[in-house]
């Protein structure tokens, strides 16, 4: 059986469906259809129980609309205020890209399993990510950049399809400041990109690693993510060191409704991050 | 000269556990080239002579087409081929390679390569391995690129269907 | 009639109840607030709706049932409860078709979520058989045994009275006895009925079974009608095994069976198998077999507006994997082709479900196979898998 993590600490203990108002403090542009909302919950008893792990997500609500399963991209270590890096695609989330600052937003969370922090102290950590995925690994970064010393050497790699697609350039320095390595790549230059060109996994393929000591996370679309993996299980890393993010239709949030089901997992409730030994034999499966 | 040439490439990822004895007549034809940033190294349909292994610095790769403009595919860094056309036969290039920052390389002359694997197959096996390693990377790569995996499918907004259409909760009788 | 005196009966303790009086039981658990539910005749079916009077019990009918088929026919010699099982299940009442999960209102500019309003009645569920049991076993861990609980279930599954009954036909679709579900209710009942020529034998399952008891003067069994209840499932359970193995030409129509050896394994090791493609054939995906599954939970939450759009409510509505949106991420759906989706349906429920659950989540009460219009019959799937992939 896959292991599911302890029920994540709710908002609601008793009810998973239990939503919680919140306010949007601030509408920040990332890149073009993609915005960060700071929120804040409106209950200060609510948001003094409020705490989430790297990799966590929360259910945002617009009554009358829909919800949609938001991965947290803030630090771990200030759960008081809640980013959400979000892109408009869909009813709910094109709905929120209206919200502005001051308007109130329901959730209802944290839930999913998350980053190995943990289990992969004192390892050397390479962070894969491609596109949005960057937003569900960022907590992984702020935790890293305070945390530095209990980390051996790393190494966030990272690409979009252009240089303006990328997410968060502002904080590079920062974590760079902070001894992480950041790589940058994107699938298409301009005249202005001095940088990579290439995508992701090619990066991990030129990237020297001691295998023995490295651990993966990697958060991007799955088949980047799948050549991520290759790539880094032919530099001989352990599949069990590898962490992946998934991504499917998320519905509840907690294993009831059963559209998020990928072979054995419920990606809402035994992931959204699982180990890639878990989840090797149902990733490669046309259609599953 | 040529030891340091010898010492370059012993250097370089491609030719790791490259026997060292095939080392020595490879950095007889070779030698080694300094760009500074912005130089191009070959262009896009130049006659197809010199190969490189980047030992530092970033090329990249552009393509150009009438109405399209150029666009910048790929961009090759240290310890990677770059331009496989003269060692494989082929008469011309097919990019053009742009130093982005000041790079030195490896040059290799295409036939001279070509005739030492003819003259020592065993060179010739080792070094079309690599070569053909190198292009295997830039197939995948460049399938990737194919691909546009970053269009809106992303990992932070699951979610998102129309809401499902429930079907009756009893179903009428077959053949009833 | 009750003569006033409460009697302790212990659970285990069997009685004894003539068939005349069968409404005695009926109105015992309206008169203790129960909203009870049982076995009638609608639009040519028997399904589970309100029960006031047992005279709305089906007596003398069966159903006749086979792939993609169901009959009504009547018999004078049939009991009250020899039909088998309907397209309706306990699923139905624990888990129902729709069901308000949070209830909001417009308060400014802003919304206010509002407390889950106060629960309905407690159900009885008369005539509940043992595929049922096992079913409602098996909905309660995903609702309740998981690291959420459903707090909706919870209530309506606390309250619940069960009075199970003993399965003394078989249809041609049961295969309880290759999934160890039945026909006999095990445990997990409050009390349970074996239908006897002229009365039932009852036995008190549960301190609510016996509580309900205390006052009613019915006697006790002799032991030979507790001998003939016990034996009444076992004879049924030896002869579906029986005739399940006999060959074909024996004794038609052969009841289904069911081979579980090793079967998370066939089918989780076959999936690119082109068996999945010859189902798909046949199938229509129209989730008719999700629909009266009695363990299949799959839901999605819809919005519910009113007309002046101040008062919104959002409803979780059975949904189904043989669904296109199901599977729907912003990139399009994840299981597009019907293989894909008949394929999801079947591992999960025999295969994946054993890994999420501990169990499978197949109890062998053959209603797929009778509410499928084009009669795919998911025990003959899994045996051509199983000849395809051993030859």
Redesign the interface.
């Known amino acids: 059986?896959?292991t599911?993590?302890?029920?994540?600490p709710t908002v609601d203990r008793?009810?998973?469906?239990?939503?919680?108002?919140a306010r949007i403090l601030q509408v920040h542009a990332e890149i073009p259809d993609v915005v960060t909302y700071e929120l804040e919950f409106h209950d200060p008893a609510v948001r003094a129980r409020y705490r989430f792990q790297p990799g966590q997500f929360n259910m945002l609500y617009l009554?009358?609309?829909?919800?949609a399963a938001i991965s947290l991209s803030s630090d771990p270590g200030r759960p008081e205020r809640l980013w959400h890096t979000v892109r408009a695609?869909?009813n709910v989330t094109r709905a929120l890209a209206r919200r502005t600052a001051g308007?109130?937003v329901?959730v209802r969370g944290p839930f999913g399993s998350s980053w190995p922090l943990e289990k992969c102290r004192g390892h050397d950590l390479v962070i894969a990510a491609g596109g949005l995925g960057l937003a569900p690994l960022r907590p992984v970064l702020y935790h890293l950049a305070g945390h530095r010393s209990e980390y051996g050497s790393v190494t966030l790699l990272y690409g979009a399809r252009r240089p303006r697609a990328l997410l968060y350039t502002s904080e590079y320095d920062v974590w760079r400041a902070a001894g992480i390595d950041v790589l940058t790549t994107v699938d298409l230059g301009d005249d202005a990109w001095q940088g990579n060109i290439g995508v992701v996994p090619a990066m991990v393929e030129r990237l020297p690693l001691e295998p023995a000591r490295t651990w993966v996370f990697t958060c991007g679309p799955e088949i980047m993510m799948r050549f991520v993996i290759f790539a880094v299980l032919a530099r001989r890393v352990s599949p069990r060191d590898v962490y992946l993010s998934l991504?499917?239709?998320m519905?509840?949030a907690?294993?009831?409704?059963?559209?998020c089901?990928l072979?054995?997992a419920?990606i809402c409730?035994h992931g959204p991050v699982f180990s890639y030994e878990q989840m090797r034999?149902y990733l490669d499966?046309?259609?599953? | 000269m040529s030891q340091d040439v010898a010492t370059a490439l012993r250097s370089l990822r491609l030719l790791e556990r490259f026997p060292e004895e095939l080392l020595a007549p490879l950095a007889a034809i070779a030698s080694v080239e300094s760009f500074p940033a912005g130089a191009v190294l070959f262009r896009q349909g130049d006659a197809a002579r010199t190969s490189y292994l980047v030992i530092e610095g970033t090329v990249a790769l552009e393509v150009c087409a009438p109405g399209v403009g150029c666009k910048r595919i790929l961009t090759v860094t240290s310890g990677e081929l770059l331009g496989w056309s003269p060692v494989l036969e082929q008469e011309h290039l097919t990019a053009t390679a742009r130093a982005l920052t000041p790079t030195r390389a490896v040059a290799m002359d295409g036939r001279q390569v070509l005739a030492l694997c003819e003259h020592n197959p065993r060179f010739g096996y080792e070094f079309m391995r690599r070569t053909a390693l190198a292009l295997a990377r830039r197939l995948n790569a460049t399938r990737l690129q194919l691909l546009d995996v970053y269009?809106?499918?992303?990992a932070s907004?699951?979610?998102?269907?129309?809401?499902?259409?429930?079907?009756?909760?009893?179903?009428?009788?077959?053949?009833? | 009639m009750p003569d006033g005196t409460i009697r302790k009966l212990p659970v285990g303790a069997w009685l004894s109840l003539e068939k005349p009086r069968l409404q005695e039981l009926l109105d015992l658990l309206r008169q203790a607030g129960y909203r009870t539910i049982g076995p009638r005749v609608a639009?040519?079916?028997i399904?589970y709706d309100e029960l006031e009077s047992v005279a709305q019990l089906p007596l003398g009918i069966l159903d006749e049932q086979d792939g993609?088929?169901?009959?009504l026919t009547s018999d004078p010699k049939a009991g009250y409860f020899d039909h088998v099982v309907g397209?309706?299940s306990l699923k139905?009442y624990l888990f129902p078709?729709?069901e308000t999960?949070?209830e909001?209102v417009?308060l400014g500019?802003?919304?206010?979520?509002q407390p889950?309003p106060p629960p309905g009645p407690p159900i009885a569920v008369i005539g509940v058989r043992a595929c049922d049991l096992h079913a409602l076993a098996v909905q309660d861990r995903?609702?309740l045994e998981?690291?959420?609980?459903?707090?909706g279930y919870q209530s309506r599954r606390e309250r619940l009275f069960l009075a199970a009954v003993n399965c003394r036909r078989a249809a041609a679709t049961c295969f309880c006895h290759s999934m160890r579900t039945g026909p006999a209710v095990p445990s997990g009942f409050d009390l349970a009925l074996t239908e006897l020529d002229d009365r039932f034998a009852l036995e008190i399952g549960s301190a609510k079974g016996s509580e309900l008891l205390a006052r009613v003067d019915w006697p006790p069994c002799t032991r030979a009608e507790i001998e003939q209840a016990r034996e009444q499932p076992r004879n049924l359970e030896r002869e579906l095994h029986r005739r399940s193995a006999a060959s074909e030409s024996a004794d038609p129509p052969r009841p289904r069976s069911l081979d579980t050896t090793g079967i998370r394994d066939l089918l989780?090791g076959n999936?690119?198998h082109p068996h999945w493609q010859q189902v798909a054939e046949r199938c229509l995906s129209?989730?008719?077999c999700t629909?009266?599954c009695p363990t299949c939970?799959?839901?999605?939450?819809?919005?519910t507006?009113d007309l002046t759009?101040e008062h919104?409510r959002?409803e979780?509505?059975?949904?189904?994997?043989f669904?296109l949106?199901?599977?729907?991420?912003?990139?399009g759906a994840?299981?597009?082709?019907i293989?894909?989706r008949y394929?999801?349906w079947l591992?999960?429920k025999l295969a994946?479900w054993i890994?999420?659950f501990?169990t499978s989540g197949c109890v062998g009460c053959g209603r797929c196979i009778?509410?499928?219009?084009v009669g795919i019959d998911l025990t003959e799937e899994v045996a051509a898998l199983r000849r395809a992939t051993e030859c």
């Not at chain 1, 499966?285 to 599953?288: A, P, T």
């Not at chain 2, 907004?157 to 053949?175: C, F, I, K, Q, Y």
């Open positions: 059986m896959l599911v993590p302890p029920a994540a008793l009810n998973p469906w239990g939503v919680h108002a009554p009358g609309i829909g919800e695609v869909g308007d109130q329901l991504e499917r239709n519905n509840c907690v294993g009831f409704c059963g559209h089901q072979g054995p419920f409730k034999p499966i046309e259609d599953f | 269009g809106p499918e992303m907004t699951p979610d998102e269907r129309a809401a499902n259409v429930p079907t009756a909760s009893l179903p009428s009788p077959p053949g009833a | 639009d040519g079916a399904v993609g088929q169901y009959r397209p309706h139905n078709p729709r999960v949070q909001l417009q500019a802003g919304w206010e979520p889950p995903v609702f998981g690291p959420y609980v459903d707090p989780l999936l690119t129209c989730a008719n629909l009266v939970f799959c839901s999605s939450v819809e919005e507006a759009g919104v959002r979780r509505v059975w949904s189904s994997c669904n949106e199901h599977s729907h991420l912003s990139s994840v299981r597009n082709s293989a894909a394929r999801q591992t999960h994946s890994d999420q501990g009778t509410w499928c219009p």
